[in-house]
T-cell receptor, first 112, second 114 residues
Framework: KAGVTQTPRYLIKTRGQQVTLSCSPISGHRSVSWYQQTPGQGLQFLFE???????NKGNFPGRFSGRQFSNSRSEMNVSTLELGDSALYLC???????????FGPGTRLTVL | EDQVTQSPEALRLQEGESSSLNCSYTVSGLRGLFWYRQDPGKGPEFLFT???AGEEKEKERLKATLTKKESFLHITAPKPEDSATYLC???????????????FGTGTKLQVIP
């Protein structure tokens, strides 16, 4: 069974640009969550989607947004990038809300 | 606000030297506690889910236990390949929406020396 895939794996952007990250969950999983991981803050929850609906949102500014498609694939978008947005962005899928999560390898975003 | 605190932040063990990692939490409406292992440059890997106080789960050299306020990850006779960051996460019912949110601790970085 294929795991969670994330694309791209690495990304370099400059301040002010925007970026879109993609996540394909494990087949059959309907819940997708996004996290930002930095050395200082650890794993910070961004948002969770279930059946194309955002079910939960973390404390991030509106520049961070996401969506989920009918096939459960998800994208997150960050507009007007700032230096502090440099981080590892992780996507996790689960069968349903409340189940254990399976993480992808992450997208390493560097903002210059 | 839900809080998850892991200790110690870092732990260095000799191969074969058993120890425990701690995860203490303050949440309302705990629905589950999860342990993950994360290797450098990779996403976290699921280890265990615990749902109620008194529950225990085992996998190879790892055993996770849960009380009403904390969880322990016991590592028996660790090997160098157990070196990783171990993350604890709690799932609780949100105050406002009834949905379930997950809060991660900052992890314990374990190094096992041969």
């Amino acid at each position: 069974k294929a795991g969670v895939t994330q694309t791209p794996r690495y990304l370099i952007k400059t301040r002010g640009q925007q970026v879109t990250l993609s996540c394909s969950p494990i087949s059959g999983h309907r819940s997708v969550s996004w996290y930002q991981q930095t050395p200082g803050q650890g794993l910070q929850f961004l948002f969770e989607y279930f059946s194309e609906t955002q079910r939960n949102k973390g404390n991030f500014p509106g520049r961070f947004s996401g969506r989920q498609f009918s096939n459960s694939r998800s994208e997150m978008n960050v507009s007007t990038l700032e230096l502090g947005d440099s981080a590892l962005y992780l996507c996790a899928s689960s069968l349903r809300e409340g189940n254990e999560q399976f993480f992808g390898p992450g997208t390493r975003l560097t903002v210059l | 606000e839900d809080q998850v605190t892991q200790s110690p932040e870092a732990l260095r063990l000799q191969e074969g030297e058993s120890s425990s990692l701690n995860c203490s939490y303050t949440v309302s409406g705990l629905r589950g506690l999860f342990w993950y292992r994360q290797d450098p440059g990779k996403g976290p890997e699921f280890l265990f889910t615990l749902y109620s106080a008194g529950e225990e789960k085992e996998k190879e050299r790892l055993k996770a236990t849960l009380t009403k306020k904390e969880s322990f990850l016991h590592i028996t006779a660790p090997k160098p390949e157990d070196s990783a960051t171990y993350l604890c996460a709690v799932q609780a019912t949100s105050w406002s929406g009834g949905y379930q949110k997950v809060t991660f601790g900052t992890g314990t970085k374990l190094q096992v020396i041969p």
